[in-house]
Protein backbone atom coordinates (compact mmCIF):
# COMPACT_ATOMS: atom_id res chain seq x y z
CA UNK A 1 0.00 0.00 0.00
CA UNK A 2 2.76 2.52 1.03
CA UNK A 3 4.39 1.93 -2.36
CA UNK A 4 1.65 2.78 -4.30
CA UNK A 5 1.02 5.83 -2.18
CA UNK A 6 4.41 6.78 -2.74
CA UNK A 7 4.34 6.34 -6.48
CA UNK A 8 0.77 7.93 -6.57
CA UNK A 9 2.82 11.14 -5.36
CA UNK A 10 6.12 10.83 -7.54
CA UNK A 11 3.78 10.43 -10.69
CA UNK A 12 1.26 13.62 -9.50
CA UNK A 13 4.98 15.57 -8.57
CA UNK A 14 6.26 15.08 -12.43
CA UNK A 15 2.65 16.00 -13.91
CA UNK A 16 2.48 18.88 -11.95
CA UNK A 17 6.10 19.79 -12.44
CA UNK A 18 5.14 19.85 -16.46
CA UNK A 19 2.26 21.74 -16.01
CA UNK A 20 4.04 24.20 -14.18
CA UNK A 21 7.08 24.18 -16.82
CA UNK A 22 4.63 24.32 -19.71
CA UNK A 23 2.80 27.41 -18.25
CA UNK A 24 6.23 29.35 -17.92
CA UNK A 25 6.81 28.40 -21.91
CA UNK A 26 3.78 29.70 -22.94
CA UNK A 27 4.26 33.32 -20.41
CA UNK A 28 7.36 33.39 -22.21
CA UNK A 29 5.91 33.01 -25.77
CA UNK A 30 3.22 35.44 -25.41
CA UNK A 31 4.84 38.19 -23.78
CA UNK A 32 4.87 41.44 -25.67
CA UNK A 33 8.39 41.02 -26.60
CA UNK A 34 8.55 43.62 -28.43
CA UNK A 35 8.40 46.32 -25.78
CA UNK A 36 11.46 45.16 -24.92
CA UNK A 37 13.80 48.05 -26.11
CA UNK A 38 16.99 47.83 -23.77
CA UNK A 39 18.86 45.75 -20.91
CA UNK A 40 16.81 47.05 -18.25
CA UNK A 41 13.46 46.22 -20.03
CA UNK A 42 14.79 43.13 -20.97
CA UNK A 43 15.67 42.37 -17.21
CA UNK A 44 12.87 43.41 -16.00
CA UNK A 45 10.47 41.08 -18.31
CA UNK A 46 12.54 38.38 -16.24
CA UNK A 47 14.43 37.23 -19.96
CA UNK A 48 18.00 35.17 -18.54
CA UNK A 49 21.05 37.08 -17.84
CA UNK A 50 24.65 36.48 -18.73
CA UNK A 51 26.96 37.17 -15.73
CA UNK A 52 29.71 39.05 -17.51
CA UNK A 53 31.15 42.48 -17.15
CA UNK A 54 28.94 43.79 -18.90
CA UNK A 55 25.60 41.49 -18.35
CA UNK A 56 24.13 40.32 -21.37
CA UNK A 57 19.97 39.60 -21.45
CA UNK A 58 18.46 37.36 -24.43
CA UNK A 59 15.13 37.58 -25.67
CA UNK A 60 13.17 34.32 -27.26
CA UNK A 61 13.54 36.12 -30.54
CA UNK A 62 17.16 36.18 -30.42
CA UNK A 63 17.98 39.68 -29.47
CA UNK A 64 20.75 40.75 -27.36
CA UNK A 65 20.70 43.65 -24.98
CA UNK A 66 24.29 44.62 -23.56
CA UNK A 67 24.04 46.03 -19.35
CA UNK A 68 25.44 49.72 -20.10
CA UNK A 69 27.80 50.22 -17.52
CA UNK A 70 28.70 53.68 -18.72
CA UNK A 71 32.88 53.83 -18.25
CA UNK A 72 33.54 51.89 -15.33
CA UNK A 73 35.73 49.35 -17.39
CA UNK A 74 37.62 51.83 -19.23
CA UNK A 75 38.44 53.30 -15.74
CA UNK A 76 38.89 50.68 -13.24
CA UNK A 77 42.90 50.84 -13.42
CA UNK A 78 42.36 54.81 -12.13
CA UNK A 79 39.25 54.11 -10.27
CA UNK A 80 37.18 51.49 -9.08
CA UNK A 81 33.52 51.91 -7.31
CA UNK A 82 32.32 49.00 -5.00
CA UNK A 83 29.01 51.05 -4.51
CA UNK A 84 26.83 51.35 -5.98
CA UNK A 85 27.13 49.11 -8.99
CA UNK A 86 26.31 50.66 -12.36
CA UNK A 87 22.13 50.92 -12.64
CA UNK A 88 21.61 50.03 -9.19
CA UNK A 89 18.50 51.63 -7.87
CA UNK A 90 19.53 54.25 -5.57
CA UNK A 91 17.86 56.26 -2.45
CA UNK A 92 19.11 58.80 -0.26
CA UNK A 93 21.26 59.00 1.72
CA UNK A 94 23.55 57.19 -0.37
CA UNK A 95 26.81 55.37 0.70
CA UNK A 96 29.13 55.60 -2.29
CA UNK A 97 32.12 53.29 -1.68
CA UNK A 98 35.28 52.78 -3.71
CA UNK A 99 39.32 52.91 -4.49
CA UNK A 100 41.12 55.30 -6.51
CA UNK A 101 44.52 55.96 -7.13
CA UNK A 102 46.19 58.84 -5.34
CA UNK A 103 46.49 61.07 -8.25
CA UNK A 104 42.66 61.37 -8.75
CA UNK A 105 42.70 63.38 -5.45
CA UNK A 106 43.26 66.76 -4.56
CA UNK A 107 43.61 67.79 -1.12
CA UNK A 108 42.64 64.28 -0.31
CA UNK A 109 39.08 64.75 -2.13
CA UNK A 110 37.24 65.06 -5.32
CA UNK A 111 33.95 65.77 -6.29
CA UNK A 112 31.08 63.82 -6.83
CA UNK A 113 27.62 64.35 -9.21
CA UNK A 114 24.79 63.19 -9.06
CA UNK A 115 22.64 64.10 -12.44
CA UNK A 116 18.73 62.77 -13.80
CA UNK A 117 18.11 61.43 -17.09
CA UNK A 118 17.55 65.08 -18.27
CA UNK A 119 20.93 66.56 -16.98
CA UNK A 120 19.22 67.94 -13.80
CA UNK A 121 22.22 68.09 -11.46
CA UNK A 122 21.01 67.07 -7.86
CA UNK A 123 23.51 66.90 -5.80
CA UNK A 124 27.72 67.77 -5.85
CA UNK A 125 29.78 66.89 -2.74
CA UNK A 126 33.50 66.57 -1.87
CA UNK A 127 34.03 62.87 -1.22
CA UNK A 128 37.24 62.12 1.13
CA UNK A 129 39.84 60.12 0.78
CA UNK A 130 40.43 57.57 3.79
CA UNK A 131 43.91 57.32 4.00
CA UNK A 132 47.20 58.54 2.58
CA UNK A 133 46.37 60.34 -0.41
CA UNK A 134 49.45 61.51 -1.64
CA UNK A 135 50.89 58.09 -3.91
CA UNK A 136 50.21 56.61 -6.98
CA UNK A 137 48.37 53.52 -5.28
CA UNK A 138 44.72 52.91 -4.78
CA UNK A 139 43.49 54.83 -1.79
CA UNK A 140 40.07 54.02 -0.32
CA UNK A 141 37.14 56.48 -0.41
CA UNK A 142 33.97 56.29 1.07
CA UNK A 143 31.25 58.45 1.70
CA UNK A 144 27.20 59.02 2.43
CA UNK A 145 25.41 61.27 0.30
CA UNK A 146 22.27 62.86 0.72
CA UNK A 147 20.55 64.33 -2.31
CA UNK A 148 16.74 65.34 -3.38
CA UNK A 149 14.16 63.14 -4.48
CA UNK A 150 13.76 62.89 -8.06
CA UNK A 151 11.25 61.94 -10.90
CA UNK A 152 13.06 60.63 -12.93
CA UNK A 153 13.63 56.66 -13.68
CA UNK A 154 17.26 56.58 -14.30
CA UNK A 155 20.35 59.34 -14.12
CA UNK A 156 24.18 59.22 -13.81
CA UNK A 157 26.54 59.25 -10.76
CA UNK A 158 29.60 61.13 -11.46
CA UNK A 159 33.06 60.87 -10.00
CA UNK A 160 35.68 63.56 -11.08
CA UNK A 161 39.64 63.29 -11.23
CA UNK A 162 40.04 66.67 -8.70
CA UNK A 163 41.40 68.78 -11.24
CA UNK A 164 42.27 72.18 -9.71
CA UNK A 165 43.85 73.71 -12.77
CA UNK A 166 40.80 73.62 -14.34
CA UNK A 167 43.03 72.01 -18.08
CA UNK A 168 40.75 69.75 -19.75
CA UNK A 169 44.02 67.60 -20.44
CA UNK A 170 44.22 66.94 -16.72
CA UNK A 171 40.07 66.21 -16.39
CA UNK A 172 38.67 62.50 -16.36
CA UNK A 173 35.65 61.04 -14.82
CA UNK A 174 33.85 57.85 -13.70
CA UNK A 175 30.32 58.17 -15.05
CA UNK A 176 28.04 55.39 -14.29
CA UNK A 177 24.50 54.48 -14.69
CA UNK A 178 22.17 54.78 -11.98
CA UNK A 179 18.02 53.84 -11.09
CA UNK A 180 16.29 56.22 -8.94
Not at 2 to 28: D, E, H, Q, R, T
Amino acid sequence: MKKYILIAVAVGSVVAGIGVWMKMLKKIDTEPISEITDFLSCEEAGYPIQENAPRVCRTPDGRVFVEEIGNALEKNDRIRLFAPKPNERITSPLVVRGEARGLWYFEASFPLTIRDEQGKELVRVPVQARGEWMTDQFVPFAATITFPLSRARRGTLILEKDNPSGLPAHADALVIPIRF
